[in-house]
């Protein structure tokens, strides 16, 4: 008997609303009865865990006789907290550990193991939330729903389903109350932060910056409808110039789509940084590399979202030797002043080194005042800093050690080092470490292909001056 029922369509099957596309970031600085009760379970966590480390290195600690020795086990017993106290702390975490250079070693290696120490929700609250999103049952959703996640992280897990008809598919579900949770620990965080200001470490690091930017981008994070409005957005803008054939991101299937669920197709591949298993299946990671940074700068330049958490469980080498982009809850977007400044700086990089093109952009929007240096003078001090290592292999150009002495010069002209360049540098961040395994002599900035679409002229005349052709 044939079923006359109509085709399912869920509440987004023609796209989010304009409404729940709209990001609500809460007041960071109430504190209520709520967070207090919150923060004493935190600090009885924070300092039975760390008095446990303390005591499981006692030995080492009395034999070796080091404060290196004690830091590191006061940092494991820090990160054993992170990991009870939930998926606040465990993001926290992960921020620390995807950012070597700004955090002591010691907790950087330590909060490694954040990276996936995730549990999952139960399966019974998948179904719940799948249910009250679609407005059916689960086993009439799909054909088959696979109840054991693929993965699991702070804000959301992943489940592997087939769709009528018989499309191979996963859906991301929002942790249920997540939204709650993760505020009161960051007002908890802020605290914290607060008293790390007075230490020498968090005056230099600004501890409370950093924690009211996490606030920022968990806010997004925690918006579902917006993360697949803009991976189908980026998704679309992959092939604008009619290449990039070999990047992908996944197609967002919006019929089961809600406010708390992202469905898409299921791809098969690996994490970019597998490297061996790269060159076992006889793959050019250079060229893969070279293709999703061209996609990349593509998006920043000129098309407006791109990639913002591009470590490599988001970057994934496909079974076909396709890149491809996942997990699209942090996307940072220029505004038209900004993305220009970011134009001028890789056309310097890329063509001619003429940093008072710099100097000039970054008046533009302000970062120098006026009256301060001239352009050629601030030009001078940003070539002897940007020069030497633009110009040097990968395996010398620490790009993180770039930005730090960048920032460091920006504030001795009174500047101030902008949101969007701090997030655009953690993406070259994630590239050099790509880089350094693949492709040690390769510098992005200087390679013309990922400049082809951008500015297609001067791209073209550098090729033919260096002598190569561009890939497919």
């Known amino acids: 008997m044939t079923d006359s029922r109509p085709p399912f369509r869920g509440p987004f099957a023609d796209g989010p609303p304009p409404e729940a596309l709209e990001v609500e970031i809460a007041d960071l600085d109430h504190f209520g009865l709520g967070e207090l009760r919150r923060a004493v379970v935190v600090q009885t966590v924070l300092f039975v865990c760390v008095l446990k480390a ?3 290195g006692l030995p080492r600690i009395v034999r070796q006789h080091k404060a290196s020795v004690v830091a590191e086990a006061a940092a494991e017993g820090a990160i054993d907290a992170f990991i009870l106290l939930g998926p606040t702390f465990v993001k926290t975490g992960q921020v620390i550990a995807s950012s070597t250079g700004l955090f002591p070693a010691t907790l950087s290696n330590a909060a490694r193991r954040c990276l996936d120490a995730v549990p999952p929700f139960p399966v019974e609250e998948v179904h719940r939330v799948l249910e009250s999103d679609l407005g059916q049952p689960v086993a009439t959703l799909f054909e088959s729903f696979d109840d054991t996640p693929l993965s699991a992280a702070s804000i959301g897990q992943v489940h592997a389903c087939t769709l009528p008809g018989g499309r191979a598919a996963v859906v991301k579900i929002q942790r249920p109350n997540i939204r709650h949770r993760m505020l009161v620990d960051l007002r908890i965080l802020l ?3 607060r008293l790390l200001h007075r230490t020498p470490w968090g005056r230099t690091f600004n501890a409370e910056a950093a924690v009211r930017d996490l606030h920022a981008t968990s806010s997004q994070e925690l918006n579902p409808a917006l993360e697949a409005w803009r991976q189908d957005r980026f998704r679309a803008n992959i092939g604008a110039f009619g290449d990039n054939t070999m990047v992908t991101a996944p197609e967002v299937l919006w019929n089961w789509c ?19 298993e790269i060159e076992r299946r006889g793959l050019d990671g250079a060229l893969i590399l070279r293709r999703g940074a061209k996609v990349w700068a593509e998006a920043a330049l000129v098309h407006g979202p791109f990639h913002g958490d591009m470590h490599a469980g988001n970057i994934w080498v496909l079974e076909d030797g396709r890149g491809c982009y996942l997990d699209f809850g942090i996307m940072g ?3 038209d002043e900004w993305r220009n400044v970011l134009r001028d700086l890789f056309y310097t990089a890329a063509f001619d080194l003429d940093f008072t093109r710099v ?13 301060v240096g001239t352009d050629e003078e601030i030009a001078e001090r940003l070539g002897a800093v940007m020069g030497p ?13 770039m930005v730090a002495q960048s920032v460091d010069m920006l504030s001795a002209f009174g500047g101030v080092a902008p949101q969007e360049l701090m997030l655009i540098s953690k993406q070259m961040l994630y590239i050099e470490r790509y880089t350094t395994a693949l492709a040690p002599d390769y510098v992005l900035t200087t390679d013309p292909f990922i400049m082809k679409n951008i500015f297609p002229e001067e791209a073209k005349a550098k090729a033919a001056e260096l002598g190569v052709t561009f890939p497919e």
């Open 389 to 401: 290592v633009l110009a040097s292999g990968m395996k010398d150009f620490n790009i993180s050690e």
């Open 191 to 193: 605290r914290l932060a």
């Open 359 to 371: 100097v000039r952009a970054y008046r533009r929007v302000g970062i120098f005042p006026e009256g």
């Open 54 to 56: 303390l005591v499981r």
């Open 258 to 276: 809600g406010p708390q669920v992202i469905c898409m197709e299921r791809v098969w591949g690996i994490p970019m940084d597998h490297f061996e």
């Open 333 to 335: 977007e220029l505004d």
